[in-house]
């Protein structure tokens, strides 16, 4: 059985190029079975600016818009992986609430790990005997000796990338859930195992130009202009290259499955 899994792990290969084109290429189909839940999503612009002079209502639009894009996100992946769509477009009920039920258990887990961490490297810098004073006065020549300052910098690192690894490997667990219609947490793990690299590169791709529009947009004046067209040009792409990386991925199926003895 680990012989099978090991084939097939080594068969899969995320190109995130050929995410991106099948996204592009899926867009007309994504909007025509999303657009009613993009157009509810782009009306919660509108009105957040109305609710901005009161903290409660500002609370609960916020809270609107948070469950809104949760269940619109989901339903974009369901209509890109062709797995009984919703109607409009935007993901109520059970399926939701195993995506929800998801993300909380990955956020405990990335919070268990957390701490771990954490309290590791409170204990190494605080038995590492380094003078704290000559650190706040950054003068690094009597903080302590240099091979000292290297292994403290080797402990900062791995508290900086072991997270970012998890977080990276577990980012598929919206697609998994939709794709395999149960709730998928820590065994999205197991989707993204040997593609680090090309899934982060695949979540640069996404994230950069958004977060700089956003930040032009921001300091013209242009931040509602900037979301309405995130909403309906990004989201739906970073829904199909994301669903179309997970389909590149996914080893699952029920027959594997109950191969494995998991019923």
């Given amino acids: 059985?680990?012989?099978?899994?090991?084939?097939?792990?080594?068969?899969?290969?995320?190109?995130?190029?050929?995410?991106?084109?099948?996204?592009?290429?899926?867009?007309?189909?994504?909007?025509?079975?999303?657009?009613?839940?993009?157009?509810?999503?782009?009306?919660?612009?509108?009105?957040?600016?109305?609710?901005?002079?009161?903290?409660?209502?500002a609370t609960l639009v916020?809270?609107?818009?948070?469950?809104?894009?949760?269940?619109?996100?989901?339903?974009?992946?369901?209509?890109?992986?062709?797995?009984?769509?919703?109607?409009?477009?935007?993901?109520?009920?059970?399926?939701?609430?195993?995506?929800?039920?998801?993300?909380?258990?990955?956020?405990?887990?990335?919070?268990?790990?957390?701490?771990?961490?954490?309290?590791v490297s409170l204990a190494i810098f605080g038995m590492s005997g380094l003078d704290l004073e000559a650190i706040q006065a950054r003068d690094w020549a009597r903080?302590?000796?240099?091979?000292?300052?290297?292994?403290?910098?080797a402990v900062a690192l791995i508290v900086l990338v072991v997270p970012l690894l998890l977080i990276v490997r577990l980012s598929l667990f919206v697609q998994a859930t939709v794709g395999r219609g149960q709730v998928v947490s820590l065994n999205t793990m197991g989707v993204a195992q040997g593609s680090f690299w090309p899934l982060m590169g695949l979540f640069l791709i996404l994230a950069v130009p958004p977060l700089a529009l956003l930040g032009w947009?921001?300091?013209n004046g242009l931040i509602g202009l900037a979301l309405a067209g995130l909403i309906a040009l990004w989201l739906p792409l970073s829904a199909g290259a994301l669903a179309a990386a997970y389909g590149q991925l996914e080893y699952w199926t029920p027959d594997f499955s109950r191969h494995l003895g998991g019923g």
């Fill in 62 to 119: 916020h809270a609107m818009g948070a469950v809104l894009t949760l269940a619109v996100w989901t339903g974009l992946t369901a209509v890109a992986l062709d797995r009984d769509p919703p109607a409009g477009g935007v993901a109520l009920g059970v399926r939701l609430l195993r995506v929800v039920a998801a993300a909380v258990l990955n956020l405990i887990f990335l919070a268990m790990i957390a701490v771990v961490l954490a309290l």
């Fill in 1 to 57: 059985m680990s012989a099978l899994r090991a084939s097939m792990t080594d068969a899969r290969r995320l190109q995130p190029g050929k995410a991106l084109a099948t996204a592009v290429r899926g867009l007309p189909h994504l909007w025509a079975g999303g657009w009613p839940g993009l157009v509810l999503l782009g009306l919660m612009i509108p009105l957040g600016r109305w609710a901005a002079g009161s903290t409660a209502a």
């Fill in 143 to 153: 903080v302590g000796p240099l091979w000292q300052m290297v292994a403290l910098g």
């Fill in 217 to 219: 947009a921001g300091a």
